[in-house]
Each structure stands twice: as C-alpha cells, then as structure tokens.
C-alpha cells in the first residue's frame, strides 16, 4: 500500500471519528472518564515531581548540600558526649591546611562565632550572632547580596572593620533607612556596613541565617581573641564527588592534627545527607502514589473505552458492511477503529491536561514549579497509546467481520 | 469478451447438521455492455449469487473468472480491491453511510482506491451531477427521499467508472414511480456503456433487461434473451 493510500484512510479515520463522537458527546466524555482521571494524576505528579527536583536544585546550595563542614561534634549519633567534649578543638590553623592542600573542592570558608551587642544609633535588635569568616562566606553558604557587597579579599586578610548584615538585622535595624556605609558597633568596636545578604528564610533556606553580621576573621580574632574554636565549611567541587572530598579532607586533617595512625578522628566532617534522604522519600511517595493512582485510573478508562468500542462496533456492523462492499480492506477497517479509540482516548486526554492545568497552578504555591511541556506530551502520548491498545480487541472483531452478514446486520 | 465467467459455482451453508444448497451447479457467463436481469422466487439463491458475483463472497466449490482472472482463489485484500475498482453495488436498502453527505458517500469508494481529495471531489461531483443530485450534494442521506438515496447510491457505484454495476432488488424499496425513475436512469447508464446485473422478482423490472436468467431452488431454470424490439405481449385470454 502506497503512503498516500495509508494518509487517505487515515485522515478518513480521523474524520468518522469525530463524526462518531460528535454523534454521541455524552457517551464519549462519560467514557474517558478514567483517561481523563489518569491523565490528570500523571501530569500532576510530573508537575510535582518537577517541581521537587526543581526546588532541590535550587536549595542544594541554600541547605549546604553539596558543603561538608568540619566541626568537633558530629550531627548525629552522639551517643559519646565526653569522648566529643575532650577533643581539641577545630583552629585556624586547620583551615589553613585545608585551604592549601584541598584539591576536590570549590570554596572554604572559617566560621567563629560569638553573642555581643550588635547597635546602631543607641538602637539594637535581638540577639544577633557575630560571625568571623573570609570573603568565600557567600558563595559557600550558596547565598547571595541582597544589596551592596560582600567584603574582599583585601579587606578580609587586612581585618578590616568592615560588616555585612544578615537580611533580619538589616530589617530591625534600619527599618527606613539605607544601611549601606553607615557605623555598627559591634561590641565594643565600629565596622562599616558594606552590604547586606539576600533573605533566607524561603524554601528549606535556614532562617536563622538571616540573624547575623558577618566580619572578616582576622578582626573578629583581633576584638574578640584568636584562641576559640572554629566551623570550617567546605564546598565540593562537584556533589557526585561528595564522598571522596570527604576523604580527602580527612586526610588533611589528621595530619594537620597528627592523629596517630590507626586510632580514631579527633573531629567530625557532618554533611546534610538527611535532607537529601528526605528528599529522596519524598519524591519517592509521590510518584509511587501518582503511578498506582494512574495506572489504575489507566486501567479503568481504558476497559471504558474497549467496552464502548465494542458497543460501536456492533451498532456500526451495517455500516463495516458497506465499507467493505465499496473496497475498505481488513486493515482499513482496523485502522478505523484503532484511530477512532485513540481519538477517544486523546480527548480524555486533553481534558485531563486541561483540568490539571489550574492544579498545577496550585502545587505552585508550595513548590517552584509549573507543568512542563514535556509531562504534557507524555500524556497526552500515552492517552493515545492507551486508546488505542484497548481498542485493539473491538478494532480486530470489526475488520474480521463477514461482509455478507454485515450487510445483512439490521 | 466475458467480464464474467462461472463454472458450476456451489455454495452450500452449514446450518447446525443439515446443509443448504443455496446455489448448485451454477454456470454462465456474461458480456461486456450486458444488461442482464436475475429473476426467481424467495430464496431460490438470487442474492447468494449476486453477493458471489460482486466478489463479497466466495464459491464452495467451482470456478469464478473476472475479466479473465480467477477470482475464486484471491486472498480478502485481492477481493477487496476488485471491489473497490471494478464493481459497483446498489442495494435494496441504499446502504448509505448515515453520518456522510451525499458527496461523501459518493466520494468514499474512491479514498479506498487512494484517489488524492481534489480528484475525488470531481469525481464525486460529476457523479452526482450524472444522477440529477447536483443540488443536493450535502445532504445527509435522512434528509434525502427514498429515490434520491437510491440516486446518490448509483452515484457511488458509477464513481469509480466499474467494469459491472450489481444492482439487488434497486426498485424494492421504492413505490412504482420511483422505481420507475431509478430503472430510467439504470437503463441510460446501460445505454452508456455500463454493463448492468439486476436482481429483481418483479416481471415488469426484469424487462427493462435485455437478459433474464431464471433461478429456482439454486440452480439456472431458464437463461433467455430478450428481443427489445418486440413490443412486450399483453395476455390475451384464449
Ligand atoms: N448465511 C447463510 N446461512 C445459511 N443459509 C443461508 C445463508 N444465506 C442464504 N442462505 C440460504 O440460501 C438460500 C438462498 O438464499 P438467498 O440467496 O438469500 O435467496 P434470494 O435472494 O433468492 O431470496 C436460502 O435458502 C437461504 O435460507
Ligand atoms: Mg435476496
């Protein structure tokens, strides 16, 4: 059979089809149902599936993620509190280390911290946390300005009295005016605002982020003692490598603190893996409910649509007769029907797409995220598919019809 | 020469243990530009072998030569497409699709036959025109009369410009005067050049023909030729 024969057919398919639907709009919309139900619960879980991904990606960084942080207490499994209490603690000189001699990561940033009154013009807010680190504190911390800038290089080995502000100390402390270039003390001292850090208290961000002022290390050490313990934060070079920039960094450190071969760290190396199991299991639920929800509302509306199909074909018995008798093979008659099933099936389809349309609109206010064009394609494929392998069955008694009796159908 | 040639055609049905001889021993054969009546009583076999003749069905047993081509042997693909090329059926009950125009009904033998659309509509057209349903190409077939369904099934018939046209029992369903009408236009196709089969049990019909082959109980009774020139003889009483 030529291309041309096989477009004709159908396109002739496609329009007996419609006819036939038109013909019976309650019964067609009644029958897809199912189709309509499981089309709705797979572009909505690939919305949401989507729109997880999206949101983890977005807040790998925020959350740390991809950022191993060297500490003297380990996270989790703390069942050996004096056994963490008694190590050395974490100093600069580690960070030194690690700064040279790291080859699998991005950026590293020191961390020491302290509680001291943080003023400006007589006026202070609550309890804000003073945090001495270099100028890589941003993009280790995955964040970015909200406005002015994050202190230099120059600045940060210099200590110079210079300050970046968390978003929430901004906003209590300059309500109304523009932080940028005006005095804080902190403690006793003055530091220059410079800039102020974006908020992060959104999705997954930690919120508590937003309740510091940041100073380069070398001052912080200068007002506030250099003898105290320190958070090192290492940012991988790339989070599939996680594992291994951990054992690097532990390399490092047991010789920068001369662990004697053989016996046990003297620091932890914590990372935010829980979360990332988090959101694994998530992910995981969803699409396991959204996939039993859609194959079994498949699965419905496709025995709806066999069942209507064989309904159709026995009311269009006649009708195959005459096809026949004026030349339709037994393929075309096939055709016919599978086109008619997978139109069925498309329609159902396409109510499906445009009923979870403002659905997803919805999960966008939980998750950034919105239908993908690819999720729509996909289902609206698979409602074709579903049709027109349920209407398999009912297409093949058609063409397998006898034309004299057929004909002879009333 | 012979569009169609048969040798003792049977057709025997099975119906539970008992067979049904619904032709036996069939043989003739019939020329181009033929106009041929078959005639006989309720089930003497006439649509068994009408249905056999447009290739709808095949013989039990015997052979069935198609311009030459044996077509007792031909998978259904082969069937179909001599149907779809070389024959033209009208039925007792128009057979129209009910959810088509008129032109599309008329059109449709020719999607089967892979005519591309712009041809296809001028055929149709034409066709239509031939059978004075020019005005009505768009009316679905229940909002046509009886006569005018049956035209626009003729139409469909002659569409594809068939070697025969197989006509059962046309007038059946039409009162007198449209029957008339429609046997009028069969016979100016005849006198066209279409080679013409009609099924019938009505005297008056058959005499429109030229040929009338009589069945009786699935076998040829009489296969006589109609003098068209002798005036049809009234029965005078003795
Ligand atoms: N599909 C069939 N199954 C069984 N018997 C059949 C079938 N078709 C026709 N017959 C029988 O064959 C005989 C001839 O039928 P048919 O050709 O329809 O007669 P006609 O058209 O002359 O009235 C009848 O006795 C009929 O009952
Ligand atoms: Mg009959």
């Known amino acids: 059979m030529k291309l041309a024969d096989f477009t004709y057919e159908v396109r002739e398919g496609l329009g007996i089809s419609f006819q036939a639907i038109r013909a019976n709009k309650m019964r067609s919309v009644l029958t897809t149902l199912g189709i309509v139900i499981g089309i709705l619960s797979v572009t909505l879980m690939g919305t949401a599936i989507e729109g997880l991904s999206r949101g983890f990606n977005e807040s790998i960084a925020k959350i740390g993620a991809d950022v191993l942080y060297v500490q003297k207490w380990p996270w989790f499994g703390g069942e050996d509190w004096w056994k963490y209490r008694n190590r050395k603690k974490i100093d600069y000189s580690n960070f030194k280390a690690i700064e040279k001699q790291a080859t699998l990561v991005k950026t590293v940033s020191p961390a020491a911290w302290t509680v001291v009154p943080v003023k400006y013009n007589g006026r202070s807010g609550s309890t804000v946390f003073t945090i001495g680190s270099n100028h890589l504190y941003l993009e280790t911390g995955g964040m970015s300005m909200d406005m002015g800038r994050f202190f230099s290089q120059a600045e940060s080995d210099g200590g110079r009295p210079v300050v970046v502000l968390g978003y929430g100390v901004a906003e209590n402390l300059f309500p109304r005016e523009n932080p940028i270039g005006q005095n804080l003390r902190v403690g006793n001292s003055t530091f220059r605002i410079v800039g102020v850090v974006e908020k992060q208290g959104s999705f997954l961000g930690d919120e508590s982020a937003d309740n510091r002022i940041v100073i380069p290390i070398e001052a912080f050490f200068q007002k506030f003692g250099g003898n105290r313990g320190i958070q090192i934060s290492v940012k991988a070079a790339d989070i599939k490598n996680l594992e291994d920039t951990k054992e690097e960094l532990r390399g490092i450190l047991r010789k920068a603190r001369r662990v004697a071969p053989g016996a046990e760290d003297d620091f932890s190396i914590n990372q935010q893996d829980l979360i990332i199991q988090k959101f694994n299991t998530i992910g995981g639920v969803v699409a396991g409910i959204g996939i039993f929800i859609t194959a079994l509302s498949l699965f419905v509306g496709a025995i709806g649509i066999m069942n209507i199909m064989f309904v159709s074909v026995t009311e269009r018995t006649k009708e195959i007769g005459i096809r026949m008798a004026i030349g339709a093979r037994r393929g075309t008659i096939l055709l016919q029907f599978l086109i008619e099933a997978g139109v069925l099936s498309l329609m159902g389809g396409i109510i499906g797409v445009i009923i979870a349309y403002p659905l997803s609109l919805l999960i966008n206010q939980v998750l950034p995220t919105s239908m993908p064009l690819s999720v729509v394609a996909v289902a609206l494929l698979l409602s074709i598919l579903v049709g027109m392998i349920s209407g398999f069955l009912p297409a093949n008694r058609a063409s397998k019809l006898d034309p004299v009796e057929a004909l002879r159908y009333e | ?238």
């Open chain 2, 1 to 238: 020469m012979n569009v169609i040639n048969i040798k003792s055609i049977r057709k025997t049905y099975i119906m539970g243990t008992e067979e049904v001889h619904a032709l036996v021993d069939v043989s003739l054969s019939i020329d181009r530009g033929e106009y041929v009546a078959i005639m006989g009583p309720s089930g003497s076999g006439k649509s068994t072998l009408m249905n056999m003749l447009g290739c709808l069905d095949t013989p039990t047993s015997g052979l069935y030569e198609f311009n030459g081509v044996n077509v007792s042997e031909m998978n259904d693909n082969q069937l179909a497409r001599v149907r779809n090329k070389e024959i033209g059926f009208v039925f007792q009950t128009f057979n129209l699709i009910p959810r088509s125009d008129a032109l599309h009904n008329v059109e449709l033998p020719l999607v089967y036959g892979g005519v591309n659309a712009a041809d296809r509509k001028r055929l149709a057209r034409e066709a239509l025109t031939h059978v004075n349903l020019a005005d009505r190409m768009h009316h679905k077939p229940n909002e046509l009369s009886g006569g005018q369904r049956q035209r626009v099934a003729i139409a469909r018939a002659l569409v594809t410009k068939p070697s025969i046209i197989l006509a059962d029992e046309p007038t059946g369903n039409l009162d007198t005067k449209t029957g008339d009408d429609i046997m009028a236009l069969l016979e100016e196709l005849h006198l066209q050049g279409n080679t013409i089969i009609l099924v019938t049990h009505e005297e008056y019909i058959a005499e429109h023909a030229h040929r009338i082959i009589r069945l009786r109980d699935g076998k040829v009774e009489r296969d006589e030729h109609v003098d068209k020139r002798v005036v049809p003889k009234i029965e005078e009483p003795v």
